[in-house]
């Protein structure tokens, strides 16, 4: 009789015990794909809501990232990566499917992938790996439970939550909607006091302070939350990683998705007040067609707090990859620091839920740490969230799928027709799934030059057309538009836009 775990036997076995244990070592058959010496490990870490323009790694002048400059030394160093969208659905389902948002339908707030995409992503294309992921953002964990059949290990939200609506998971997991509805309406107090129990809201409150309390030295602004009190910290779900790495099945494929820097921006107590009364001079520039009205000033706390939260994250990722180098993982693995989209703290902007598209909420951090790499690597060339996924295939040993449209990133583009120069993305957040896209913002990058074409916004005169053209290369900023100086530009750059609506609204008509 054959004593030995298969990889069938090993799933239904993590299905009942939480890998949230320390795993003893188990025996595979020799055959299980796990057992494949030279198959890479692959981890993902995604913090959302980071922007490069904000990052001191590239340029930035206030110093948020030293832990990423100290490790850059040995990575692949992207400087024009791009989101392909500006809110965690669309950007998150480019990164995980290798496709534009026209493709995969994940436009609105809360929205799935278009059902076509339930076998096409990142989780279905490393099926001889073990596969886990875990997010704190409810945006993100729409995808996960959607991948959930090819996810052998899916960690829910609450794993790493202090304090949450722990028990809408556990006793109303089919009726997860309407029990959030009834949960908040009778156990948290609304903004003007309002509750819809006299009780239970005092109740609620107590057993949420006991069980922060022993936190709030280290955060005083109070905890980083979900949804307002799921109170969580980023240390809990590193430390985690650091623990049970090296006890899943190799290899593995670990997608991990943060919230922070993402708002609310409640650092660390070591990182607080870092940056108030500094010499970093904010460059202030016009209101936008889109702006919400919020002043420089406003402005400017706000990207102090946002800036202090990114140290929080770089301290956690420095130990993070620090653990990895210690224990031998990384010798072994692929890790990819990344995420899915920016933050805007201009043109009377805060945030990323707009219409525009400017640099510092399209353009996202990428690093790329490669097992063995000593030599820092910097990539110029301006390179997509879509390019991800068939890439880390390439690393792989495994074959790009026909359904992504991503490319091979530099430089493990070895073997591979010269990458197209253009780089998408887009934001089309009114547009349902099955419907042709009508209203929405298109960025194209290519050679130097950005153009966001604006087009059927209310805001718009008779729900016309609006474009902004930058030379990006000489005009980081983005302060002068070139639309009416540049017209050859303008028209390439808008017919090239226009023919790519056509192309993807056309089904849909």
Not at 34 to 41: E, L, P, R
Not at 107 to 127: C, I, P
Not at 465 to 487: A, F, G
Request: hydrophobic content about 35%.
């Amino acid at each position: 009789m054959n004593n030995q775990l298969t990889r069938r036997d090993f799933l239904k076995l993590s299905g009942i015990f939480s890998l949230g244990l320390t795993l003893p070592q188990l025996i595979l058959e020799p055959s299980d794909p796990y057992q494949s010496s030279d198959a890479k490990n692959v981890l993902i870490i995604v913090f959302d809501a980071w922007s490069a323009y904000n990052t001191s790694l590239y340029g930035y002048d206030r110093e948020t990232t030293p832990n990423l400059s100290r490790l850059a030394d040995r990575a692949v160093v992207y400087h024009n990566h791009y989101a392909g969208g500006n809110f965690t659905t669309p950007g998150t389902a480019s990164l995980l499917t290798g496709t534009h948002p026209w493709n995969h339908r994940a436009f609105r707030h809360n929205s799935q992938v278009d059902e076509s995409f339930v076998d096409k992503n990142l989780f279905h294309a490393f099926e001889n790996h073990y596969r886990l992921a875990y997010s704190h953002n409810p945006l993100v964990n729409i995808f996960l439970k959607q991948f959930a059949g090819k996810i052998d290990d899916y960690l829910p939200q609450q794993r790493f939550l202090l304090q949450s609506d722990w028990i809408i998971n556990s006793l109303f997991n089919n009726d997860e909607d309407i029990a959030s509805v009834s949960w908040i309406r009778a156990m948290k107090r609304q903004q003007d006091g309002y509750t819809y129990s006299l009780y239970l809201p005092q109740l609620y409150e107590k057993i949420k302070e006991g069980r922060i309390a022993i936190y709030k030295q280290d955060f005083p602004e109070g905890l980083p939350s979900v949804l307002e009190d799921n109170y969580f910290r980023l240390e809990d779900s590193i430390d985690w990683l650091n623990q049970n790495l090296d006890t899943l099945p190799k290899p593995f494929l670990g997608y991990f998705h943060y919230l922070p820097p993402h708002f609310p921006y409640k650092t660390h107590s070591e990182f607080k007040n870092r940056f108030v009364n500094d010499d970093w001079k904010q460059i202030v520039k016009p209101e936008h067609l889109f702006s919400r009205g919020y002043s420089p000033e406003r402005l400017y706390k706000s990207r102090t707090e946002y800036d202090e939260f990114i140290l929080y994250v770089d301290r956690e990722f420095g130990r993070l990859h620090d653990y990895l180098e210690q224990s031998g993982i990384l010798d072994n693995t692929w890790v990819v620091l990344t995420s899915d989209h920016g933050e805007l703290f201009e043109r009377g902007i805060r945030g990323h839920l707009t219409s525009t598209l400017h640099q510092p909420v399209i353009r996202v951090p990428l690093m790329i740490f490669e097992p063995g790499r000593e030599i820092r690597n910097d990539v110029y060339t301006p390179t997509s969230a879509i390019d991800l996924l068939p890439t880390l295939m390439q690393v792989t040993g495994q074959e790009k799928p026909d359904w992504v449209e991503g490319e091979v990133l530099p430089p493990f583009t070895q073997g591979h027709p010269a990458r197209d120069n253009r780089v998408y993305a887009l934001q089309a957040r009114r547009t349902n799934t099955g419907y042709p896209i009508y209203e929405g913002t298109v960025m194209l990058v290519k050679d130097g030059y950005k153009m966001m074409y604006y087009f059927g916004y209310e805001e718009l005169e008779d729900n016309g057309e609006m474009v902004e053209l930058y030379d990006i290369e000489n005009d980081p900023e983005e302060l002068n538009n070139l639309y009416s100086t540049q017209k050859g530009i303008v028209d390439e750059f808008k017919g090239e836009i226009l023919e790519k609506l056509s192309d993807v609204n056309e089904p849909y008509l």
